[in-house]
């Protein structure tokens, strides 16, 4: 498995694991225009020719809103989420990211449990964040310039 940046010609395997993701998927437009923007970080995790994940981050005064997170159902409970942080944090480097911040369904324990081991703490919840059907956000955020100043002492 690799994991790149995504190009345009990767967004129909996105779409097809979005759209057996999410209950209100993103539509292809809405991938491209945020792959589009320069400042967005948007990766894609490849076995052979095939997607098998994607996230994206929008990128906004050295703050990051992961917006996309997810996996082929088959590939699920195999690495590849934890493989497409730990890129998607080498690339926020890079990039000056100071701080990332995201919303998680209150029951998909298994997304929690992953970004609880990147140091993710929850900040709060988003009462209604979600429908089909609807249920509230937990607000996670790691700030990462501490990370890097912990690993120094």
């Given amino acids: 498995m690799i994991v790149r940046r995504m190009k345009k010609e990767d967004l129909e395997q996105v779409c097809a694991i ?8 993103w539509s292809y437009q809405s991938f491209l225009d945020s792959l589009l923007v320069k400042d967005n970080i948007y990766l894609v995790a490849l076995e052979g020719d095939s997607v098998i994940g994607y996230c994206g981050v929008w990128v906004i005064a050295k703050e990051g809103q992961i917006n ?24 926020g480097k890079e990039e000056k990211i100071e701080q990332f911040t995201l ?3 209150k029951s998909n324990v298994n997304a929690i ?16 964040f979600y ?11 790691v700030i990462t310039s501490r990370k890097e100043e912990s690993a120094l002492i």
């Fill in 68 to 91: 996309n997170v997810a996996v082929k159902k088959q590939n699920r409970n195999q690495g590849v989420g934890g493989k497409m942080l730990q890129f998607l944090f080498e690339e």
């Fill in 131 to 141: 429908e089909k059907p609807q249920e509230d956000a937990v607000i996670m955020t």
């Fill in 18 to 25: 979005e759209n057996e993701t999410f209950s209100m998927p």
């Fill in 103 to 105: 919303e998680v369904r």
């Fill in 113 to 128: 449990k992953l970004y609880d081991k990147f140091g993710f703490v929850n900040v709060g919840i988003r009462p209604h």
